[in-house]
């Protein structure tokens, strides 16, 4: 069974930087795709980014060149880098790794952006 922990997650001001992290354990896995996604309250969770097996990557409009998404296949790890956060990105943010079969969510890390 594949597990997804997120990390790196916490408060921070108009402007500032997270980078979050997702490593993926518990056995061999060929994964299609990793990605990252939110859900702000009230609203339905939404595509931020996503990387495939072969490094494509796939960004939300509202990213703008904000955010960068990367992995290390070594780690099983994928990272989202964020810069110039605003109130409006605050939201749990939720790592996802999809394979030929299923799909698997992690269970979420908070990001708050406000002053």
């Known amino acids: 069974q594949v597990q997804l922990v997120e990390s790196g997650g916490g408060l921070v001001q108009p402007g500032g930087s997270l980078r979050l992290a997702c490593v993926a354990s518990g056995g061999k896995f060929n994964f299609v795709a990793m990605g990252w996604y939110r859900q702000a309250p009230g609203k339905q969770r939404e595509l931020v980014a996503t990387?495939?097996?072969?490094?494509?990557?796939n960004y939300a409009d509202f990213v703008k060149g904000r955010f960068t998404i990367s992995r290390d296949n070594a780690k099983s790890t994928v990272y989202l880098e964020m810069n110039d956060l605003a109130p409006e990105d605050t939201a749990v943010y939720y790592c996802?790794?999809?394979?030929?079969?299923?799909?698997?969510w992690g269970q979420g890390t908070q990001v708050t952006v406000s002053s």
């Open positions: 990387i495939t097996n072969t490094d494509n990557t």
């Open positions: 996802n790794l999809r394979t030929y079969v299923i799909t698997y």
